[in-house]
């Protein structure tokens, strides 16, 4: 099974040194020198792993970490030549998986990627998939009979707290706590409503009925949905 790492540096031959270092089978690469195509891969590739240096020349890699830990649990090592605690536990607090200073050896850098990559393997699925519907939450890659839809964070976040409890009716009140509880804005209830409308219309299955049914004055359920019905 392919394994994707990106490795996000600016310094070309470390960048090329750490791709041939973590060389093994079924691992394959994508090289990163500055933020911007470091933001582009990790859209466009869906990495599972990324190695993040702190500085680049058109930003920080804090500042796409915090970013990326409002859309991805995606493991991430921090590769810096700053060799400061206050840089690590800034690292760390935002969420990143481990950090790594410059210089370091090769041996070091592979056993931190490997530990990074067996808790990883030990976390619960963030795939579901069932009767033409693939959703990966961790790569934030949405398919529906395999063609890809683009959802927006609400409705990425709804349609998680779908899935992780079918059959289960899900309370108003507790998906707009969920939903839009981390200083997104909110309007009225109606957003929940407006959001629910719109996920219903994405995930719509020609001659199928929605797997999102109303419980009138309570809330939601995922119902589980078999194939051709």
Not at 6 to 23: M, P, Y
Not at 98 to 121: C, G, Q
Not at 171 to 193: C, F, H, Q
Not at 198 to 220: A, C, N
């Amino acid at each position: 099974m392919e394994y994707r790492i990106l490795v996000a540096e600016d310094d070309k031959g470390l960048n090329q040194g750490i791709r041939l270092a973590l060389q093994g089978e079924g691992i394959v690469f994508d090289a990163a020198y500055t933020l911007e195509e470091t933001k582009y891969l990790w859209q466009e590739k869906k990495p599972d792993m990324i190695l993040l240096d702190v500085n680049f020349p058109d930003g920080d890699g804090f500042s796409f970490l915090r970013t990326l830990r409002h859309y991805s649990d995606i493991p991430v090592l921090m590769v810096t030549a700053n060799d400061m605690e206050t840089d690590e536990v800034a690292g760390l607090a935002l969420g990143a998986d481990d950090y790594i200073t410059k210089p370091f050896s090769l041996m070091a850098l592979r056993a931190r990627v490997e530990n990074i990559r067996k808790r990883a393997s030990r976390q619960p699925s963030q795939v579901y998939e069932e009767a033409g519907y693939r959703f990966d939450f961790e790569k934030l890659d949405f398919r529906i009979n395999g063609i890809e839809t683009s959802l927006s964070v609400p409705e990425q976040k709804l349609l998680k707290l779908f899935v992780t409890h079918p059959g289960q009716t899900l309370p108003r009140g507790m998906l707009l706590e969920s939903i839009w509880s981390d200083g997104m804005d909110y309007v009225d209830e109606n957003a929940l409503s407006v959001t629910v409308s719109r996920l219903r219309r994405k995930l719509e299955i020609k001659d199928r009925q929605s797997p999102i049914s109303t419980v009138y004055g309570i809330g939601y359920v995922w119902k589980y949905m078999e194939e051709g019905k």
